[in-house]
């Protein structure tokens, strides 16, 4: 009689043995016990034996959890010990999310506006893990641009504004200058829309119903000009008229 004894690598169990010699072949099921190490008896032993074992790989549960909705992470799986698995994340775009992070309580990875899918790949998972991934609403910047600079405002000037709210730019001009364009260039430019200004305009306002977009809103202005009118009080030399810019 011998005392033998079977023992599994890191992560893995005994699934099953069998014993085999001139008294026949005796097969073991031990895969309802995930043993890592297990010890038997092989009894009148007349000739030569082979014991053969197969082993198994624990598995280790994937959880996937969606953080406050607007968007998918799929799925929920098994995954044999020391293997990796790949989850997709997918934010609901045509409502102006983005993926925000995606973490594994480990690592995280952020996201910025215009990231709406991902694979996010968990290596070598010894452990149950959860992934977790959350979503936010994409904000836009509107800018104003003066030219030339200094000369007129605008409220605000520089903005974020989140996906399909309004807003409301208002521009003014100082008291020398009046504008001449406002056009607006959006995130898929070079092409801009000019809006229609009032001649010697002084003030104008943007409306946005809704913002799905960057806006870059580009002024051009004018100064005033104001005329210096010479008169000659006697006919002994000439006097010159000029005009001038305002300021």
Not at 9 to 17: E, R
Not at 52 to 70: D, L
Not at 120 to 145: G, H, M, P, Q, S
Request: glycine share 8%.
């Amino acid at each position: 009689t011998v005392l033998y004894t079977i023992n599994a690598g890191t992560g893995s169990y005994i699934d099953s043995y069998t014993i085999t010699n001139d008294m026949g072949t005796n097969f073991v099921d031990m895969s309802g016990f995930h043993a890592a190490s297990f010890s038997f008896n092989i009894d009148n032993i007349t000739s030569h034996t082979t014991v053969k074992v197969v082993f198994n790989r624990f598995q280790k549960n994937v959880t996937v959890v969606n953080a406050g909705g607007n968007g998918t992470i799929c799925c929920d799986t098994t995954v044999l010990y020391g293997d990796s698995c790949i989850v997709r994340v997918d934010a609901d775009a045509a409502a102006g999310y983005h993926i925000d992070y995606i973490t594994d309580g480990t690592d995280t990875t952020y996201y910025t506006t215009g990231d709406v899918t991902a694979e996010y790949r968990v290596y070598d998972i010894i452990n149950d893990v959860t992934i977790t991934a959350a979503f936010a609403i994409n904000e836009y910047r509107i800018v104003t641009l003066f030219t030339p600079e200094g000369y007129a405002t605008a409220v605000p000037a520089d903005t974020l504004v989140k996906h399909g709210d309004p807003c409301t730019i208002n521009i003014a001009a100082d008291a020398c200058h009046y504008l001449t364009t406002v056009a607006d260039s959006g995130v898929a430019g070079p092409i801009w829309f000019g809006y229609s200004v009032p001649d010697h305009a002084t003030a104008y306002t943007v409306n946005y119903d809704s913002v799905i977009c960057d806006h870059t809103i580009a002024v051009n202005m004018e100064a005033y000009q104001n005329t210096i009118t010479g008169v000659a009080m006697t006919t002994n030399g000439t006097v010159p008229t000029v005009d001038v810019d305002c300021g």
